[in-house]
């Protein structure tokens, strides 16, 4: 009895993790029907309160796109980097400092980085940094008067780095790279931690520095976990809302530069659902890009299980 | 411990991996003993870059604190704290707002525990291998997953739509819940499977049945685990915005909730609305500050005692 009972709550996880996808899918599913599945994906316009609405969510994709990229390039050596630095070179004081304080940030309020960026960095970047970039050194590097950097240099920072609003893309990474250091470094750092012992013994016998053993040893025999946590770092990325929701610029159009505005998914969410009507394509539109984004992450969750399954079995055994 | 008495290693050598035994590390790069160091350009290079980045999380956690608590101190005071706010949010306290999150994390916690519990003892003490275990594993593995922003578009179709609660403390609690449940599942089963089968033989070979063992023995030994889970998997949430948005959190409420069934301001909204949707959003620039170190020093605060507890707990252990 007692048995039945445990065993059936066992199951919430699986049914709440159907009822996600079933109450997703069901509110989403009238957008899809009326405007065509790849009407709507592809569409390059996002104007939903104009009359008539349009829901093409393609800007809003490539927001998201975008943004996890250039987080991705930031923020993945920054987390392995934490990873290896805690797992083989600190030593135990600066361990115990480090541990608790990236498991603090992982915790840290993401409305609150929102805010230092809004207040913070954005200000920065537009009032500091861009006349410094677009002004001030495109006429130094006139006056050099060479060739190639006179002209093709001094226009390129004049036109990219002219940054008119500090709420973009730019920010909107920088903040997002705070966000994902922990995801990344918590887990490649249980993974750098399982390496056994005795390989990297077996390295330095046969000479190898702690640098060589370190990026030839340790790291492939840990790469497994290590690409599971770029993984799920990634999914961190994507579905993180309230960063890109205040500094993101919340533009909804294709980005070109890395210094536009854009409106990726979550935001895009966010912001509207409480002006959009109950029942109406704008609520089922949003709902329907709710459910693209648990697409996105519940297969990155796939691919990060299947990775981790697969890899574990060769692990047993080996460790010392 | 210095008693060691291999005397073929140098005497700082020696003492240094003593110390390390004794606080039990795992001592996994016996690197100095092994080599003698030799500057090496490239090595040097790596190491240094290495050490360099891997400091930044820290740094840039440091920096944003530093921040909001020299900002935030300024507005801090008794009256902030116990007081509603007045003149459209311009003036006055967030007391309201704080209960509100108080609220929501307490509920959640009630609503969170023993269904993740009864999880994780199924998990841990019942399951069998097979085609239910994977599924359950791999549902747990996946909602971890699953952005913040969808679990509150899943409140809001659930809870407030379907099942009518409205905009509501009981909706956002429910739906917080969900967010922590598989870290909690996770976080239980690692406490009971933690527990050391020969209290469970002991028990059993009283003549007790299973489920008294798991209840008398292995529950209140394994509780300590179990509420850590529970407190640093509640702290991680009390921050969130996205699934309360459209479930529970309101602009304004003439004072603090009295029933389940009311929406309740919360520290994490309050902050996200003055800071982009009020009409005076530099006018309530210090209330802004001052939710804000409010509402880290909640969430960091309630890490902080998770992480002592744990630490205490592992250097207590006596099994």
Known sequence: MIEVSISSTGLVSVVVLLLIGFFLFKEAFEIFYQAGFSKVILGGSWYPTSDPPKFGMFPLIAGTLSVTALTAVIAIPLGIATAIYVAELASFRMKEFLKPLIEMLASFPSVVLGFFGMVVIAPILSSWLSPLIADRLPEVLKNTGLPFISTYLTDFCHDRFFISSGLNMFTAALMLTVRAIPVISSIAEDALTAVPRTYREASYSLGAGQWQTIWRVVIPSAVSGISVAVILGIGAIIGETMIVLMVAGGAAVLPHWIFDAIRPMPSAIAAEMAEAPYGSLHYHALFGVGAILFVITFILSLISDFISKKYRSVRIGEKV | ?319
């Open chain 2, 1 to 319: 411990m210095t008693d060691g008495t291999n005397t073929s290693i140098p005497i700082k050598m020696e003492s240094k991996l003593s110390r390390d035994l004794a606080r039990g590390t795992t001592y996994s790069a016996p690197f100095e003993l092994v080599h003698k160091k030799k500057f090496n350009l490239k090595e040097g290079f790596f190491l240094t870059l290495v050490r360099t980045l891997g400091l930044t999380g820290a740094i840039i956690l440091m920096i944003i604190l530093a921040f909001v608590v020299y900002r935030g101190i300024q507005v801090l005071s008794w009256e902030f704290i116990t007081q509603s706010p007045v003149e459209s949010m311009t003036k006055g306290g967030i007391f309201p707002v704080i209960m509100g999150t108080v609220f929501l994390t307490v509920l959640c916690m009630i609503v969170v525990i023993p269904v993740g519990v009864v999880t994780a003892v199924f998990l841990a003490e019942y399951s069998k291998p097979g085609f239910i275990l994977n599924a359950v594993n791999m549902s747990i593995y996946t909602l971890a997953g699953v952005p913040s922003v969808v679990f509150g578009l899943f409140g809001l179709s659930v809870f407030v739509v379907t099942l009518k609660f409205g905009m509501s403390l009981l909706a956002g609690s429910i739906t917080l819940a969900i967010m922590v449940l598989p870290y909690l599942i996770s976080t239980s089963e690692e406490a009971i499977k933690a527990v050391p089968y020969s209290f469970r033989e002991a028990s059993l070979a009283c003549g007790t049945t299973k489920w008294q063992t798991i209840r008398k023995i292995v529950l209140p030994t394994a509780l300590p685990g179990i509420l850590t889970g529970a407190i640093l998997g509640t702290a991680k949430v009390s921050g969130e915005t996205a699934p309360i948005m459209f479930t529970a959190a309101a602009f304004f409420t003439p004072g603090i909730a009295r029933s389940v069934f009311e929406p309740v301001m919360a520290l994490p909204y309050h902050i996200y609305v003055l800071a982009t949707a009020g009409t005076h959003i530099e006018k309530t620039r210090p209330i802004q500050y001052g939710t804000a170190l409010t509402l880290i020093i909640l969430v960091l605060g309630m890490n902080l005692l998770g992480i002592i507890i744990r630490r205490r707990q592992r250097a207590k252990k006596a099994w």
